[in-house]
């Protein structure tokens, strides 16, 4: 077959990330519920800033604005992880970062499978946060070997997406016809099941180990367990959920409002409880309930460098020694304002969270610039002086531990916090995963360097 005949990785990425976005919103009708205030908010934020409107325009499609960014996984074997990463790999979805969050009480640790590039995220930038299963952090061994043992038994794939993802690793591609069907069977993975794969009592114990342990093993396949659009302002979404009958979390994760937006700031509405049977011994159904799908919305900023993440870090930990933010709401006002008091030493101007090395940026000449014939190899802070080169952030396309632990607590139920010791094994990760996930300091770094090398060489050609 012609390589040009190929559907491009992005493409199916497109499709497949618009069918699990009408999947989902049939199966949890809340979520479509939130999908549409985060259009009406992304819209009245439009209308009230033309400038950002402006802005927007000319890096993305305003048309698209509020789609799904991300959704996230769960899943239970060694086995299903690297399988995982071969189907996502034909949609051009990599696995980026590893994210321990033993730490925090959930016993998993996870990856993000995305796009890697500017093109490629800004054709779609749907990510997946996927998490493996550590059924090494259970205390109670019979019950590790019994979840074992039914995970064995399940395969989370039809034959038809193995079989088009070898097709695809085999020929470099899927043709349009195989890429269609490729989507579709892909997409069964992620499929909810009503009907549990284990019994009354089993669902039991493995709940009181731990909700998540009940929510990976009882179940046929990883369902998504929610999607994220992208909101252009999440504190008026959060506050508006209640009037549209969705209960939202607590708190808002990650950094507090700023002029200049770092990182990532999410939150979600609670996980609904949804009816679900179980099947004993004596081959019965029970009607049950199980609780895990929810809706989340997401607000990206600059990517940090090293040194800015590290006074991220320190700053939300010095918060969270003034106030934790509590599960049931009762210290929301306590927490932000512990929180926004604790990031004052954070820069809050572009030019400052440059000057600081706190960020990373994406370098361009101006106008004035393009008629120029200044000397490249001049210094980046003169050029920038004299008008001839500015700066943009780059946006952040990764997660937060301590964040991602706060949306999977919101969604266990405030009596699952449970301490586990904190055993961070991104070896065995990647073992299991059968790669190694890449290293997104060293992305965003890429990114920088690439649009400076440009600069620097199209001002040396203009003297030429
Ligand atoms: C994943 C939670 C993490 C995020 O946005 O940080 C996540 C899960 O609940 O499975 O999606
Ligand atoms: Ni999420």
Redesign the pocket.
Known sequence: MKENSFVSTDDIRIAFSGAMSAMYRAEVPAYGTLMELVGKVNAETLAADPDLQARLEDTDSLERISEER?G?I?LGTPAELSMMRRVFAVMGMLPVGYYDLSTAGVPVHSTAFRPVGDASLKKNPFRV?T?LLRLDLIADETLRTEAEQILSKRQIFTDGAIALTEKAERQGGLDKADAERFVAEALETFRWHDKANVSPDMYHRLHEAHRLIADVVSFKGPHI??L?PRTLDIDAVQARMPDYGISPKATIEGPPTRRCAILLR?TSFKALEEPVSFQSEDGGWHEGSHTARFG?IEQRGIALTPKGRALYDELLNASRKVVRPAADGSNTAEYEKALSDAFIPFPDTWAGIRAEGLGYFAYSLTAEGRKTTADGSRSLDSLIAEGLVQFDPIVYED?LPV??AG??QS?LGDEAAQDFVASPNQQRFELDLGARVLNEFDHYAGIEQVSIADIRQMLSSAQA
Request: no cysteine; aromatic share 18%.
């Open positions: 991300h996230a769960r946060f998490s367990n929610h994220t999410q989340e997660f964040s991602a949306i999977f969604n």
